[in-house]
């Protein structure tokens, strides 16, 4: 997969595609699609364990960068040995890594697997780099806007790009308690226009909820 791109294809449209199958992901190869997701429901016993484990975890936040390898899955796995039902979270996290594997052969991801009791990223931006699996546990999931709702406040003096406005409610999708999607950033090659626009999860009073990222980096 490349990383830059030199020429910008104006998109006619642009497909944001859902649905309970886990062959929806390999979809996000067409041109004008910018987002997949596969509609995985978290059950309570998975949902519960994510939530106990942030609790217990708090601000232990799991980050990597290199190749999807069988160290990496036992690290995954160690970090949930002392949690109950701890197994179902290294599953939803082995499928993932493994899907992602599967549809883009990286030499080199970034996963970060984060606990969370707010909201890391609550201003909606464009993505960056080239393509982002990501899945939350625990509650609600990441919140995105299809680009015809994205406004922008005026250009200010010195600023090189727009701030994008807060959308109205409305306008605003939410990935699912164990959904797994896979966005396009602005690095994928010729697709710059399909780059997603999301938030981090939003959060209630005393919600706990386990964030999944991964990066291809290479």
């Known amino acids: 997969m490349s990383v830059n791109s030199e020429v910008s294809v104006p998109a006619t449209s642009t497909k944001y595609l859902i649905d309970d199958s886990a062959s929806i992901l390999s979809k996000i190869y067409e041109p004008d699609t910018a987002l ?7 059950n309570w016993a998975k949902s519960n364990a994510a939530i106990h484990y942030v609790k217990k975890a708090s601000d232990n936040y799991f980050q990597y960068q290199g190749a999807i390898e069988s ?16 197994d179902l979270l290294f599953e939803h996290i082995e499928l993932m890594l493994l899907m992602f594997q599967e549809l883009f052969e ?46 922008y406040h005026p250009l200010e003096k010195n600023q090189l ?20 999607a896979l966005v396009k950033g602005k690095n ?21 909820k386990l964030c ?7």
């Not at 997949?36 to 978290?42: D, G, N, Q, V």
């Not at 790009?161 to 164990?178: F, M, Q, S, W, Y």
């Open 212 to 218: 999944i990222y991964i990066d291809y980096l290479s």
């Open 71 to 86: 160290e990496l899955f036992e690290r995954v796995k160690s970090l949930f040995s002392a949690t109950t039902h701890g």
């Open 161 to 180: 790009a727009p701030a994008i406005k807060e959308p109205r409610e409305c306008d605003v999708n939410t990935l699912c308690n164990g959904d797994i």
């Open 36 to 42: 997949t997701c596969f509609c995985s429901p978290a």
């Open 106 to 151: 990286p030499k080199e991801i970034g996963l970060r697997i984060l606990p969370c009791t707010y909201s890391l990223s609550p201003a909606f931006h464009f993505q960056n780099g080239v393509v982002k699996m990501m899945s939350t546990l625990g509650g609600s999931g990441e919140r995105w806007i299809e680009k015809e709702y994205v406004k």
């Open 188 to 208: 994928w090659q010729d697709q710059e226009h399909n780059a997603v626009v999301c938030s981090s999860p939003a959060f209630d009073t005393n919600e706990s």
